[in-house]
């Protein structure tokens, strides 16, 4: 075993060994738990930048050692250029949202075990991308569900917290099992859990259970995704969560769903087994993005209109899947992660509007643009980003989207109805802009400025996402590496 393969096991070790010292350290103030949680998720960052240049060498790394050997299921983790993409867009915007919580008042009771739990579901998220184990897989995938339960029990806004937890637990846990039931199957099937190994073999299956297999493993992880219909669970966590978990939630959760199609029934099944699946892909996807807008138009609370539109970028995402073609699927995979950018911030942004006004009503607040003019600037930015607006990210990845699906053979109907409904967007995110920045001051008392604690890690994400859209191509390349990796020359 190098070097290289321990270093990698690092990235679920050494957030583990944070865990236990904020668990030990129950006197630890909101500060210095919000260190310790920093540092380690620091390491789950630091590390796949450091192993890069393994990475362009090997093509892939992996560490693997014997679990429970009687049953052929052992701990291992493989980094690939899938794999990185996702696990560095989860890890940064975990790191963004803990930053983002030491300006924010949630977490101040029992913050050891607050930031513990920040770091286990980050920890679930990071085990997910990397698991090349189904044993191991469904371990950390659940363990990001656990988390996020607790952090909402326990930290949750309003009485109702214990009523959204149970519907956010019991509509995802559906999903898992659905998950689950497919990867018992292979598992039955082959005798082992390795995904390396089931990856040689799991296109031999008949076509039939293939078939079957396809639909539960993009119905359960469509329910982790929040496609319509089953983003019933979204709105409500998202509203209730603390601030930095509705970040996570918004920015990192909702990609492990895209992550799950590509490394399972993508990567594993015959194509043929997928090829019945995409058109009703494209349209699952068209209902999720026109959906999601116009229940994000009609919406009042301010944490729900941008829950919402999560619900319709995922539909996009779903799309560009359907598409089956590389242009598409390229597109999709940038659009998780400038979604994931851009969502931080415009959550970030409400947090601090909801922290400056203590009101969720967007028809109680109004005239900020003249009081807060940097928050402005930044929900400017956020509001072009998310729809869609030259130069900023999404720009980039719809245009593959949408050149994906005329690519796709499917009617050329379906892809101009997804593109005018991005249009809808545009709508929504005017509206959001245009109510809390413009118009006579609500409330008419006010704060001279915004809080810096939260302001200066808005602005970082701001920048960030300009950035990203203004330099695409590494992201590009990383997405045109991993899909390589999983469709060879079939695209």
């Keep these: 075993m190098n070097p290289y393969q321990i270093l990698l096991s690092g990235i679920t070790i050494l957030p583990v060994i944070g865990v236990i010292i904020l668990l030990v350290w129950r006197k630890a103030t909101k500060t210095q738990a919000a260190i310790i949680g920093i540092i380690s998720e620091s390491f789950a960052l630091v590390i796949p930048i450091v192993l890069l240049t393994t990475l362009r060498k090997e093509g892939?790394?992996?560490?693997?050692?014997?679990?429970?050997?009687?049953m052929q299921i052992s701990f291992s983790l493989e980094l690939s250029w899938l794999s990185i993409t996702f696990l560095l867009t989860e890890v940064l915007a975990t790191l963004a949202a803990m930053i983002y919580s030491l300006g924010d008042k949630d977490g101040e009771k029992n913050s050891n075990t607050y930031y513990a739990l920040l770091l286990l579901f980050s920890l679930g998220m990071s085990g997910t991308t990397l698991a090349d184990d189904v044993f191991l897989f469904y371990i950390f995938w659940e363990l990001m569900l656990i988390a996020s339960v607790l952090l909402i029990?326990?930290?949750?806004?309003?009485?109702?917290r214990f009523r959204v937890a149970l519907k956010y637990f019991i509509i995802t846990h559906l999903g898992s099992l659905m998950v689950l039931v497919c990867l018992i199957t292979l598992y039955v099937n082959f005798g082992t859990a390795s995904l390396t190994e089931l990856v040689l073999h799991a296109s031999s299956l008949p076509i039939n259970m293939q078939v079957f297999l396809t639909a539960f493993f993009i119905i359960g992880f469509c329910v982790k995704m929040a496609i319509f219909p089953f983003h019933i669970w979204l709105p409500d966590a998202h509203t209730v969560a603390p601030m930095p978990v509705?970040?996570?939630l918004a920015a990192a959760m909702l990609s492990m769903g895209t992550f799950g199609v590509l490394r399972f029934p993508f990567t594993l099944l015959a194509f043929e087994s997928i090829q019945p699946f995409a058109i009703w892909m494209m349209i699952g996807g068209l209902i999720s993005e026109v959906y999601g807008a116009l229940m994000a138009l009609a919406e009042q609370e301010i944490k729900r209109i941008v829950a919402y539109s999560s619900?319709?970028?995922?539909?996009?995402?779903?799309?560009?899947?359907?598409?089956l073609t590389l242009r598409g699927m390229q597109g999709a995979v940038m659009h998780v992660v400038y979604h994931a950018i851009v969502k931080a911030l415009l959550f970030m942004v409400?947090?601090?509007?909801?922290?400056?006004t203590r009101e969720r009503d967007i028809r109680n607040v109004g005239g900020l643009g003249s009081k807060l003019p940097i928050l402005t600037v930044c929900a400017a930015i956020g509001v072009l980003g998310i729809s869609g607006m030259p130069p900023l990210g999404i720009f980039n990845s719809e245009w593959m989207i949408f050149a994906g699906g005329f690519d796709s053979g499917v009617s050329i109907v379906l892809t101009v109805m997804t593109l005018i409904g991005s249009l809808l967007t545009l709508v929504y995110?005017?509206?959001?802009?245009?109510?809390?920045?413009?118009?006579?001051q609500k409330p008419e008392t006010l704060p001279e400025k915004s809080p810096r604690a939260l302001l200066v890690p808005t602005i970082a994400v701001t920048v960030f996402l300009i950035i990203e859209g203004l330099v695409p191509g590494p992201l590009l390349e990383w997405a045109t590496l991993g899909l390589t990796g999983i469709f060879g020359g079939l695209l």
Excluded: C, D, K
């Excluded at 930290?155 to 109702?160: K, T, V």
């Excluded at 619900?311 to 598409?323: A, N, R």
């Excluded at 409400?350 to 400056?356: E, K, S």
């Excluded at 995110?429 to 006579?440: K, S, T, W």
């Design 429 to 440: 995110g005017l509206r959001f802009f245009g109510m809390v920045f413009f118009g006579v």
């Design 246 to 248: 509705t970040i996570i």
């Design 350 to 356: 409400v947090g601090i509007i909801i922290a400056v």
């Design 153 to 160: 029990l326990g930290w949750g806004h309003g009485e109702n």
């Design 311 to 323: 619900v319709s970028q995922m539909g996009y995402i779903l799309f560009g899947l359907g598409t």
């Design 60 to 70: 892939v790394i992996l560490f693997s050692v014997p679990w429970i050997p009687n």
